[in-house]
């Protein structure tokens, strides 16, 4: 029987072993409002999760794959050399929810691992994007033994979805995409995540750490220029899909390290005074010469902030692993049992 919760969404299957459940409530609406909301502050900003539209996340495909950009390979690696100490803590688990899973290329890992353990794994990706939909026809025809439900929504009403499926559950967070949030707001993330867990789920969570300043600003100002069309994609969006006017060559990609706060920053900036306007929305936005569009903040963490981080949100770590280098962290925390 369903619950009240997933009468919510809509459910297609795409294959005897591929479901997509898309939320009714999720309305594209919500791109225009949050564009209009941001566009109209004094410093303006778009949200980073719009980035990730088909062609944002091809672009990002493709920044993964980009020398300066050591996440995705820092990562992989980790995870490639932590099979052992994962299967040490994995107990019957053989459901897997993935936070923004993208074309999951890192789960494919843990689907190894947990191949070796289950005959049948559950997978749960949930994702704004309808990405999600492709990614999951990809790997049903990879792994026999995938059974998936993959949910279009946000994170928060995906994990409220999967909480009360019985079973127990791996959630796995990859990527830096907790830096999104400051340290408050990734706390609170965190708590929601928690949450959704029972007694004996575990969860895996990315992390980039604090290092050279150099190092970070070459990964997100790329010799190719693949992060700038990245961040420049965002006003083809707008113009696109609301009706916009941006000239895109008269904005620049601009990604500077902030030492203090310990975070990458990117905007776009404008490159003379000049006016915009969005049909849609009914907007006339003026740009001075200099003015940015802050589009991410990526924090980095060190190791005790991770440790604070997870004690506040209510976990217990069960391991911290990082490269050799200690340019990224994979965390894997248990619910802290109630005293």
Same mark, same amino acid.
């Not at 929305?281 to 981080?309: D, H, V, W």
């Given at each position: 029987m369903r619950s009240k919760i997933q009468n919510k969404y809509t459910k297609v299957q795409l294959a005897p072993n591929c479901f997509i459940v898309k939320s009714n409530t999720l309305h594209s609406n919500d791109f225009s409002a949050d564009i209009a909301y941001g566009l109209s502050r004094k410093n303006k900003f778009i949200h980073s999760k719009y980035f990730y539209d088909k062609n944002g996340s091809y672009l990002f495909d493709k920044i993964c794959d980009l020398p300066e950009y050591y996440l995705t390979k820092k990562e992989m690696q980790i995870l490639s050399e932590i099979n052992k100490g994962l =299967?040490?803590?994995l107990d019957g688990h053989n459901m897997v929810v993935e936070l923004g899973s993208g074309?999951?290329?890192?789960?494919?890992?843990?689907? #190894?691992?947990?191949?070796?353990?289950?005959?049948?794994?559950?997978?749960?990706?949930?994702?704004?994007? *309808?990405?999600v939909r492709e990614s999951s026809q990809r790997l049903q025809d990879e792994f026999d033994n995938l059974h998936i439900t993959g949910i279009v929504d946000q994170y928060?009403?995906?994990?409220d979805y999967i909480r009360d499926i019985s079973g127990k559950k791996l959630i796995v967070f990859f990527g830096s995409s907790i830096g999104n949030f400051d340290h408050a707001e990734a706390t609170e993330f965190l708590k929601k995540v928690n949450l !959704?867990?029972?007694?004996?789920?575990?969860?895996?969570?990315?992390?980039?750490? @604090?290092?050279?300043?150099?190092?970070?600003?070459?990964?997100?100002? *790329?010799? #190719?220029?693949?992060?700038?069309?990245?961040? =420049?994609n965002l006003l083809c969006r707008i113009n696109d899909e609301l009706g916009g006017n941006f000239d895109i060559d008269s904005f620049e990609h601009v990604a500077i390290y902030n030492l203090q !706060?310990?975070?990458?920053?990117?905007? =776009?900036?404008?490159?003379?005074? +000049? +006016? @915009?306007?969005? +049909?849609?929305?009914g907007m006339?936005?003026?740009?001075?010469?200099?003015?940015?569009?802050?589009?991410?903040y990526s924090y980095k963490y060190t190791i005790p902030q991770i440790r604070t981080m997870a004690k506040k949100a209510g976990f217990q770590i069960k391991s911290i692993w990082t490269d050799k280098q200690d340019y990224f962290a994979l965390a894997l925390f248990s619910k802290e049992p109630k005293k």
């Amino acid at each position: 029987m369903r619950s009240k919760i997933q009468n919510k969404y809509t459910k297609v299957q795409l294959a005897p072993n591929c479901f997509i459940v898309k939320s009714n409530t999720l309305h594209s609406n919500d791109f225009s409002a949050d564009i209009a909301y941001g566009l109209s502050r004094k410093n303006k900003f778009i949200h980073s999760k719009y980035f990730y539209d088909k062609n944002g996340s091809y672009l990002f495909d493709k920044i993964c794959d980009l020398p300066e950009y050591y996440l995705t390979k820092k990562e992989m690696q980790i995870l490639s050399e932590i099979n052992k100490g994962l =299967l040490e803590h994995l107990d019957g688990h053989n459901m897997v929810v993935e936070l923004g899973s993208g074309a999951a290329t890192k789960t494919r890992h843990i689907f #190894e691992t947990l191949s070796l353990l289950h005959q049948r794994i559950e997978y749960y990706p949930i994702d704004i994007s *309808d990405i999600v939909r492709e990614s999951s026809q990809r790997l049903q025809d990879e792994f026999d033994n995938l059974h998936i439900t993959g949910i279009v929504d946000q994170y928060e009403n995906g994990l409220d979805y999967i909480r009360d499926i019985s079973g127990k559950k791996l959630i796995v967070f990859f990527g830096s995409s907790i830096g999104n949030f400051d340290h408050a707001e990734a706390t609170e993330f965190l708590k929601k995540v928690n949450l !959704a867990m029972n007694k004996g789920d575990l969860f895996l969570l990315g992390i980039d750490l @604090v290092k050279n300043k150099e190092i970070l600003e070459r990964a997100y100002n *790329d010799s #190719e220029g693949i992060t700038r069309q990245f961040n =420049l994609n965002l006003l083809c969006r707008i113009n696109d899909e609301l009706g916009g006017n941006f000239d895109i060559d008269s904005f620049e990609h601009v990604a500077i390290y902030n030492l203090q !706060a310990n975070r990458i920053e990117m905007y =776009l900036e404008s490159k003379a005074e +000049q +006016q @915009v306007s969005i +049909q849609d929305l009914g907007m006339t936005i003026n740009f001075r010469a200099g003015e940015r569009i802050c589009t991410e903040y990526s924090y980095k963490y060190t190791i005790p902030q991770i440790r604070t981080m997870a004690k506040k949100a209510g976990f217990q770590i069960k391991s911290i692993w990082t490269d050799k280098q200690d340019y990224f962290a994979l965390a894997l925390f248990s619910k802290e049992p109630k005293k």
